[in-house]
């Protein structure tokens, strides 16, 4: 996971492996408004009840590819976003 100030390993290595427990660095971090979720080459559905937990942590959640994950985080880093990145690595 990538953080503007931080960079932690993260556990998911697949999509599969995306959890409320796998994206607990986000919360536990504090003060991410926006995670970019980058999902390898694909851009699976990320399953509703982790949205809605996300939402209800105030955390927007934006997934796509994980090339375009990398853009757009770089993009709202540089726009002083408050923003962390959860990458799923291209298989």
């Known amino acids: 996971m990538v953080f503007p100030d ?4 993260w556990e998911a290595a697949s999509v599969p492996d995306l959890t409320w427990e796998t994206l607990a660095p986000v919360i536990e971090h504090g003060g991410v408004e926006i995670l970019v979720l980058g999902l390898g080459r694909s851009t699976s ?47």
């Open 6 to 9: 931080l960079t932690v390993a």
């Open 45 to 91: 559905a990320v399953p509703a009840a982790l949205r809605t937990a996300l939402r209800t942590a105030g955390i927007a959640l934006e997934a796509m590819d994980t090339g375009a994950a990398c853009r757009t985080y770089n993009v709202l880093v540089a726009e002083d976003r408050r923003v962390a990145a959860a990458l799923v690595p291209p298989a």
